[in-house]
């Protein structure tokens, strides 16, 4: 997997302050993305143990609220195995942090059992993850006073509590 960048004490994107990844590599290729380079698989550099060892120890300050993974797509089957591993690390290292995913595939996409998306993790992923803004951006339903997204069709998910009950609990605080 490569990686775009790494953001620091970002404020954007999810709740309190946070490290965030943009991952490369994205088939949705949403219409006025705001990072199409970030489309290619090839864009940014590769990630590797130094690139999880920095993540962990940017997440260790007392104000930083959690990690974000975004992108490009997270959830690329090639994406997803990559980050598996940091993203039980951090549930291990920081149990009271969060962990956030955007994404442009609907969690329904992500639970079937058909391919693509879906791969041998992604279950695992979905998991280890605390609020999930799902759907493709639509340029047609911007609305710039939505809280950590960009049109009305994306939805943030409460995940643990959408496993226990069965059906979607949004994100609400």
Avoid at 118 to 129: A, G, H, S
Wanted: glycine residues 6%.
């Amino acid at each position: 997997m490569n990686y775009g960048h790494i953001k620091n004490c970002d404020i954007a994107n999810g709740e309190g302050v946070r490290v965030s990844l943009f991952v490369s590599g994205c088939t949705n290729r949403c219409k006025d993305c705001f990072q199409p380079e970030t489309w290619d698989f090839n864009f940014g550099q590769p990630y590797t143990q130094a690139t999880e060892d920095e993540i962990i120890n940017m997440l260790e300050p007392a104000y930083i609220n959690g990690l974000t993974l975004l992108g490009g797509e997270p959830f690329e089957p090639e994406n997803q195995r990559a980050l598996v591993p940091l993203v039980k690390k951090v549930k291990i290292l920081y149990p009271t942090k969060t962990v956030w995913a955007y994404t442009g595939f609907t969690l329904d996409q992500l639970l079937r059992q058909t391919p693509h998306p879906r791969c041998e993790v992604t279950q695992d992923l979905l998991f280890n993850i605390d609020v999930l803004v799902d759907g493709k951006y639509e340029a047609d339903k911007k609305n710039i006073s939505l809280k950590f997204r960009g049109s009305e069709n994306q939805r943030l998910i409460d995940l643990p509590k959408t496993f226990k009950k069965g059906n979607i609990v949004l994100w609400d605080k």
